[in-house]
């Protein structure tokens, strides 16, 4: 069984910055992408951002422009570093793994860090 250590999350003031970092607790081959998800408090969990291996991104619109998505290879860690944080950036963010094997799909996740902004 993999699990995702994430780690990075805190209180940060509107304005400011944070990095989340994740990575498997082991080594890991054929993976798919990987991302980050949030959920804030009465809020379905929402895409934020995604990577695949080959280095495509996509970010979820109210992101863009502020958050970047990043993968180092060597060792499959995953970060996000956002900026310009926001209020309504709030949430609990869980890192997630896609791995396919044989032509099935396995899907991993992280424990969760809260991102709190607030002055």
């Known amino acids: 069984q993999v699990q995702l250590v994430e780690s990075g999350g805190g209180l940060v003031q509107p304005g400011g910055s944070l990095r989340l970092s994740c990575a498997p607790s082991?080594?890991?081959?054929?993976?798919?992408?990987m991302g980050w998800s949030r959920q804030a408090p009465g809020k379905q969990r929402e895409l934020v951002a995604a990577?695949?291996?080959?280095?495509?991104?996509n970010y979820a619109d109210s992101v863009k422009g502020r958050f970047t998505i990043s993968r180092h290879n060597a060792n499959n860690t995953v970060y996000l570093q956002m900026n310009s944080l926001k209020p309504e950036d709030t949430a609990v963010y869980y890192c997630n793994l896609k791995q396919v094997i044989a032509g099935v799909g396995y899907d991993y996740w992280g424990q969760g860090t809260q991102v709190t902004v607030s002055s």
């Open positions: 990577i695949t291996g080959r280095g495509s991104t």
């Open positions: 082991r080594n890991i081959f054929s993976i798919n992408a």
